[in-house]
């Protein structure tokens, strides 16, 4: 009976090597190049946070919750914060929160240009859909190989993979987010006068807002388990203790570590959820969501005569 391991073995996994150490190579200094503002950034955060008084920062977290997700979210942010304080994992979870939030801007200049771009053209949205597809199903130990070969160990790679693993979901939502506005309203500002720019700027950004930001939930969850994950390859945080916990098969310490992962990742997620599912007419996410629609619209106000101000393109 023929089998299938009779065949030849093409020799892919050499030829990955091979390719991957050439790459590593000779084009180095355009890693260095990626690597300086992602490094820079990522010190810069971490030497804030670090610096910010344990009390001042969890009444600040709080106050930050209360305004924008409400009074619940509000008092789980100060007592998941003092919990991670009492658990002794204090500095570890400020290094997270820095890797996150890093993550999170980079996601966020990148992801979302791109994302217009696939909006704006099916022929973007065809090239870019199966790389999405390959990166959300790659399990996410398989990013740090690349990483460690390209940008070495420790947590500035680290960072690279994170916000590799978290920018499509950004992407993917943003597209759908443009491409989910009501056909008669674009047709509206296009009657209107609105050229392709205006149009993007003062229709289809702002009301594709909610849909952003809940791109934006993903992508802060996303990035959350991906920060553990690169403890592997030398990343600092909270991922670390658990990792260290395991290799001493120390319960405790893993357990720890896992409990402030948990609550950490639990108040990102509520407030991010509040920001993306809060009315226009809402206290907190809605004035966050309204100021973010005036930044797509050039800044200006309600007062401002803008197109899409100026006219409800429903009423046309």
Not at 53 to 78: D, E, H, N, Q, Y
Not at 88 to 117: E, K, Q, Y
Not at 171 to 182: A, D, K, Q, S, W
Not at 288 to 295: F, I, K, M, Q, S
Request: charged share 15%; net charge neutral; aromatic share 8%.
């Amino acid at each position: 009976m023929f089998k299938a391991d009779d065949l030849a073995v093409l020799p892919v996994a050499q030829w990955i090597q091979t390719a991957v150490q050439w790459i590593a190579m000779h084009l180095r200094p355009v890693f260095l190049v990626i690597k300086w503002p992602v490094q820079k950034l990522l010190e810069l955060n971490i030497d804030a946070l670090q610096a910010i008084p344990f009390p001042v920062f969890v009444v600040l977290c709080a106050l930050i919750a209360w305004r924008f997700a409400g009074k619940a979210v509000a008092v789980f942010t100060f007592v998941g914060l003092v919990v991670i304080a009492t658990l002794g994992v204090w500095s570890d979870a400020m290094t997270t929160l820095s890797l996150i939030s890093t993550a999170i801007f980079f996601c966020a200049i990148f992801g979302i240009p791109i994302g217009v771009a696939c909006a704006r053209s099916d022929r973007v949205w065809r090239v870019v859909q199966p790389i999405l597809d390959i990166m959300q199903t790659t399990p996410t130990f398989v990013y740090l190989v690349p990483v460690v070969m390209l940008f070495g160990v420790g947590t500035v790679p680290g960072e690279v993979a994170v916000v590799t693993a978290a920018m499509p979901p950004l992407i993917r939502f943003t597209n759908l987010g443009i491409r989910m506005v009501e056909h008669e309203l674009v047709e509206a500002g296009l009657a209107f006068g609105a050229d392709r720019r205006q149009l993007l700027w003062e229709v289809q950004l702002p009301l594709a807002v909610p849909t952003i930001l809940g791109g934006l939930n993903q992508t802060v969850l996303t990035a959350m388990v991906m920060s553990v994950v690169v403890s592997m390859i030398g990343a600092e945080g909270l991922g670390l203790i658990v990792l260290q916990g395991l290799g001493r098969l120390d319960v405790g310490q893993a357990a720890i570590g896992g409990i402030a992962i948990v609550l950490l990742a639990m108040i990102l997620d509520r407030i991010t959820q509040k920001l993306a599912r809060a009315r226009p007419g809402g206290a907190g996410g809605g004035a966050l969501r309204g100021a973010v629609a005036r930044l797509f619209r050039g800044g200006r106000s309600d007062d401002g005569g803008s197109m899409s101000e100026r006219h409800d393109p429903r009423e046309a």
